[in-house]
């Protein structure tokens, strides 16, 4: 559904409610479920209440899912190793990425500002006031205000950096582009980020426990009655959310092709009694 994404990423109100109209069009059960049982704020850039910069989805726990999805059936105290050894290796890497810098902000926004240089030139700036200026030059204009960082096109006011629009103002204004991005894209803060060390916590034996920790009694947790069957490894989907079903070969019964494609000369046997015994 591209409408859907593009309702997502919408920076204005009024582009969103453009493509929500296409969604309500096309999928009237589906667009009453957005507005009235999720909400517009749960999954739209424009909508959210708080800073959201760059990112939309609040599903960052299933990377570490994925991550662990071979450790976490460990002991607690091996799973807790394996976690601290990738965090530690992730912030190494990072610090080390972090310290070769020779832009001022993090690749992927400099990457992200660079091309609005360019975009911004033959834009027709006019001031309107110190702080504010009307840029013109395209299909969407902007008003920009370098003194509280925000634009009309709302780029600037949610990602925190500057828009097309921006830029233009900056560089009318004869203000330095980069004092305008939020300092968490900067060289400085991203070093920061990764700046401390996490270290190993070390065998029992020389773990130092004070000794309130260790006259503390902790009791067993409670066991509860084990269900049949085999215990679930993967994770229940979340509300909305959809999983491909694996096809099936009707001919040998293995999972990841069709009946028509298959190279097996004989049926799966799997489930069906034996042929060859007597009854």
């Not at 990425?97 to 690749?107: E, F």
């Not at 004869?174 to 939020?182: E, N, T």
């Not at 509300?239 to 799966?268: L, M």
Request: hydrophobic share 30%.
């Amino acid at each position: 559904m591209g409408s859907y994404w593009s309702a997502v990423n919408a920076y204005r109100c009024e582009d969103f409610a453009g493509y929500m109209i296409e969604i309500s069009n096309r999928y009237p059960r589906v667009a009453e479920y957005l507005e009235n049982e999720v909400g517009f704020e749960k999954w739209s850039r424009c909508h959210y209440p708080g800073l959201r910069y760059n990112i939309t989805t609040t599903n960052m726990v299933e990377s570490l899912n994925s991550m662990l999805v071979n450790a976490r059936d460990f002991p607690y105290v091996a799973l807790l190793d394996v976690i601290q050894e990738k965090m530690s290796k992730w912030w190494n890497d990072r610090r080390i990425v972090g310290m070769a810098l020779t832009t001022p902000l993090t690749p992927s926004r400099e990457s992200q500002l660079r091309p609005r240089f360019a975009q911004s030139n033959g834009r027709h700036t006019l001031q309107l006031n110190p702080v504010t200026y009307h840029v013109k030059g395209s299909e969407l204009e902007g008003v920009v205000d370098i003194f509280n960082k925000t634009c009309t096109c709302k780029e600037f006011d949610i990602d925190k950096l500057p828009c097309v629009h921006a830029v233009a103002a900056a560089h009318h204004a004869q203000v330095s582009v980069y004092s305008l991005v939020s300092p968490y894209y900067t060289k400085e803060y991203y070093v920061l980020a990764y700046g401390e060390t996490i270290y190993p916590v070390g065998s029992q034996s020389q773990w130092d426990v004070p000794n309130e920790v260790v006259a503390r009694i902790v009791l067993p947790r409670e066991v509860k009655e084990k269900k049949r069957g085999r215990p679930k490894t993967s994770r229940f989907p979340s509300v909305g959310e959809f999983r491909k079903r694996k096809n099936r070969c009707g001919k040998c019964g293995a999972y990841g092709h069709y009946k028509k494609r298959c190279n097996s000369q004989t049926r799966s046997t799997e489930g069906n009694p034996p042929t060859n015994v007597p009854v």
